[in-house]
């Protein structure tokens, strides 16, 4: 009889039930640590140094992992195979794995499960199921749990908000030298959350972190040499800071170190360099940067200008709710700038701002009632958010706003009103301000009458170029000359925004608002208005007279 034979599509499946070596098992294992360790495991065998999540190859680190469990079930193998599967988008399955690790009560298992809680990821969102499995891990000194714990606590995530049990848990993550421990808890102490405010622990936690290498801290330690908190106020030291955070592909510094460039704060005004840099942390969505590079292609500042290029990041910023880019971009549609001119939609774009608090486009917004641009004319709205600006130290605001009392739009006349914000608007150097505080020493109104005053004023305002100061220069000199009225502030302008973390926990107040970046473009009222002021009908002239005082004005103003 002859032999059976075996088909050989069987053989495959015989194998598979042969028993694996030892040495097989150790090796599967050996490779699932090397391929999928944490360095945050202190578990983790001995010369296995971890790998980062994001540099796991997760196709190969799956499959290995995959074989080690089958071969030798373990809360650390199972944790392994769950990052693995988590960085390969299979986060149902890596939940699972995590689970049956961190129902092993292992540490790192733990924290994962807890943050796919927190993030959704293969499981309902759940806030409360996060802080419970990070209290398990923290309650066994898994520094990165106590850090994440430290965080439910301080937002109130999970648990009830409580700052000192935020700080506590941080401390003890930081005291055993986690760096994201140290941060978080700089930042309680930069904040006064949780503890005293206390500049000098904030900095000392912030270097030791960022010693480490972590790029939120050297951001954060940038920030503070910049701002003289905690240390002496030291740009070329907030540079370096914010130069390692950047090239670490941080946006905040990336950010943070274009505005050095461009202001010349630490380093060499450089626009080019400023603009890279702006565009690095665009490329990552950073809405400051997308604004501030949107805003140079617009001017051409350190690129070639480009009204399309200046659209596309100005849109971006806009749509993430900046107010500075939604200023910037009401700008290009109130001028027509590489779009079809549209008042209405530039309107729409200013309100969004202005309701942010955004004080250049309060100032816009309220040019816009003034002039009826998008909105039908209403002198008291213009005020209000005249006002607004004013308020917020915006020289070119409080200009308007002395002219509207001045001349009673919107507002009660008030001489005394009108001098008060004339003034603080010519001692931010405000050239419409600083001719119109000549016009009230000129003729007495709201303050004492002074010719000399009025001379050095309006030289002050002639001196930058204000045409209607000129004129008035030499209308001054005419004898008996008649009282003129103020004149009227430009146009709109473009706002800088503001600077700020991209991170957690940003450093408070970061407002960075420069007097170039707040004077943007703007569009002169004319010289026909100037002299139509100074002849106005009010002062009972003849109509004779009143034409020969306006031909003589605009021949002066034009000489």
């Known amino acids: 009889m002859n032999a059976i034979k075996v088909p050989s599509i069987f053989l495959p499946v015989i194998l598979a039930f042969a028993p694996v070596s030892a040495h097989a098992q150790a090796t599967n294992a050996a490779q699932c640590d090397a391929l999928a360790a944490s360095p ?34 373990s809360a650390r193998l199972y944790f392994q195979l769950g990052r693995a599967l988590e960085m390969g988008h299979k986060y149902l399955a890596a939940v699972t794995n995590y689970r049956l690790s961190a129902e092993q009560n292992f540490a790192p298992g733990q924290n994962n499960l807890g943050r796919m809680y927190l993030r959704g990821q293969g499981v309902n969102q759940d806030d409360t199921e996060a802080a419970f499995w990070y209290r398990k891990a923290a309650e066994q000194g898994y520094a990165a749990s106590e850090t994440n714990l430290g965080w439910m606590y301080e937002t109130g995530n999970g648990v009830a908000t409580d700052d000192a049990q935020a700080i506590a848990w941080y401390r003890k993550a930081a005291d055993a030298g986690y760096a994201e421990g140290e941060t978080s808890l700089a930042t309680m102490y930069l904040n006064g959350r949780g503890a005293l405010k206390d500049d000098g622990q904030a900095i000392a936690w912030f270097h030791k972190a960022a010693d480490q290498g972590d790029v939120d801290s050297q951001y954060y330690l940038g920030w503070m040499y910049a701002n003289g908190r905690g240390t002496t106020k030291d740009d070329v030291q907030a540079v370096a800071w914010y130069r390692k955070a950047a090239e670490k592909g941080s946006a905040a510094g990336q950010n943070a170190l274009a505005n050095a460039y461009e202001d010349g704060a630490g380093v060499t005004t450089d626009d080019a360099q400023a603009a890279f840099w702006y565009r690095k942390a665009a490329e990552q969505s950073n809405a400051d940067s997308q604004s501030e590079l949107g805003w140079m292609y617009a001017n051409g500042t350190g690129v070639t200008k480009d009204d399309a290029q200046a659209l596309y990041w100005l849109r971006k910023a806009a749509d993430q709710g900046h107010a500075g880019g939604q200023n910037n971009l009401a700008y290009m549609y109130a001028e027509g700038r590489g779009v079809a001119r549209d008042y209405a939609q530039s309107v729409s774009l200013y309100r969004k701002a202005s309701e942010q608090g955004n004080a250049t486009a309060q100032y816009n917004l309220g040019l816009a009632y003034r002039d009826g641009e998008g909105v039908a004319k209403d002198a008291v709205q213009a005020a209000s958010w005249l006002r607004k600006a004013a308020d917020q130290d915006l020289a070119a605001a409080q200009a308007e706003l002395g002219a509207m009392y001045s001349l009673g739009h919107g507002v009660t006349q008030s001489d005394a009103q009108a001098a008060a914000w004339t003034l603080k608007a010519a001692m931010q150097g405000n050239p419409t301000g600083q001719r119109n505080l000549g016009w009230a020493y000129e003729n007495g109104r709201g303050l004492r009458r002074d010719i000399a005053q009025a001379k050095n004023w309006y030289g002050k305002a002639a001196a930058q170029g204000d045409v209607k100061a000129k004129a008035a220069l030499q209308h001054i000199q005419l004898a008996n000359s008649e009282p003129q009225q103020p004149g009227r502030a430009p146009s709109r302008q473009s706002a800088a925004p503001p600077a700020s973390p991209n991170g957690e926990h940003g450093p408070p107040n970061l407002n960075r608002y420069t007097t170039s970046q707040q004077n ?26 009143t034409q020969r005082r306006y031909d003589a004005c605009m021949k002066n103003a034009t000489k």
């Open 520 to 545: 943007g473009m703007v569009m002169g009222a004319g010289l026909a208005l100037l002299c139509s002021l100074v002849t106005n009908p009010a002062y009972g002239l003849s109509a004779e007279e």
């Open 40 to 73: 945050l495991d202190t578990s983790r065998p001995t010369g296995v140094p971890g790998v980062a999540a994001e540099k796991i190859d997760a196709t190969l680190a799956e499959a290995t992992c995959q074989r080690a469990v089958e071969e030798q079930p």
